[in-house]
């Protein structure tokens, strides 16, 4: 696929990685749809992706006719920057229960479309845990692992970089089903947003590594790391 690049706001413009933004954020299988959304939007993929959200059916089943039944997914703002780094790592947060079921990531990347984009930027399922976050910490403790946490935004393409190259290293994975317990999710997933606010984390990419007994972060990274410095 060919790279178009355009000036926007002094700055070059990737429409493909526009596009890869979307289409990993969204169950939409026509590249074409995405396209004309992000043109409409001026190419604003926080935009689009909301656009796109609220016209996804929950059951792909149904079909596309006019008797087909829509469910409107709200998407939240990510979390306001408030601080220049982690802190409070004593204090256990306090994850409560959301009206709204949380979203698998899988959700968020229709793994069985066949279009090459969807599979370079394909979350690594084989190794997610698909439960909350509790259920992850005690997971954890049960197998006297860690809890290794990935909080994606949609908008970042470091965040569709991790998927691409970091998660897919075999090496990695090996090490992540020995030791670890993965759980990787979106920040507008309202399962975390007590995650999110008691530990200001304020940038995604996220990744950091959790004791599950104590819930403290042992370490921490923001934005795109390669599978070799993890």
């Not at 984009?117 to 954890?140: E, W």
Request: aromatic share 10%; net charge positive; charged share 25%.
């Amino acid at each position: 696929m060919a790279t178009k690049r355009i000036r926007k706001d002094k700055k070059e413009f990737d429409y493909d990685s526009a596009v890869a933004i979307v289409l990993s954020a969204t169950n939409i299988e026509d590249l074409e749809k995405i396209k004309q959304t992000l043109k409409s939007v001026n190419w604003d993929t926080d935009k689009a992706i909301q656009k796109l959200s609220k016209k996804t059916t929950k059951n792909s089943l149904i079909g596309d006719n006019d008797n087909d039944i829509n469910f409107v997914e709200e998407v939240r703002k990510p979390i306001e920057p408030i601080k220049e780094c982690i802190k409070d790592f004593r204090a256990q947060p306090k994850i409560t229960s959301s009206r709204r079921p949380q979203i698998p990531v899988a959700q968020h990347f229709k793994t069985s479309f066949q279009g090459s984009l969807s599979k370079l930027f394909a979350p690594p399922i084989d190794i997610i845990f698909t439960g909350g976050i509790q259920q992850a910490a005690t997971l954890a403790i049960e197998k006297k692992k860690l809890l290794l946490i990935n909080i994606l935004c949609s908008k970042s393409f470091d965040s569709q970089q991790l998927n691409r190259d970091t998660w897919k290293d075999s090496n990695l994975k090996s090490i992540i089903k020995e030791h670890f317990i993965f759980k990787q999710c979106y920040n507008i997933d309202t399962s975390i947003h007590d995650l999110i606010v008691k530990f200001d984390i304020y940038r995604f990419p996220f990744i950091g590594i959790i004791d599950p007994n104590s819930f403290q972060f042992l370490i921490s990274w923001y934005g795109f790391i390669t599978a070799d410095t993890l």
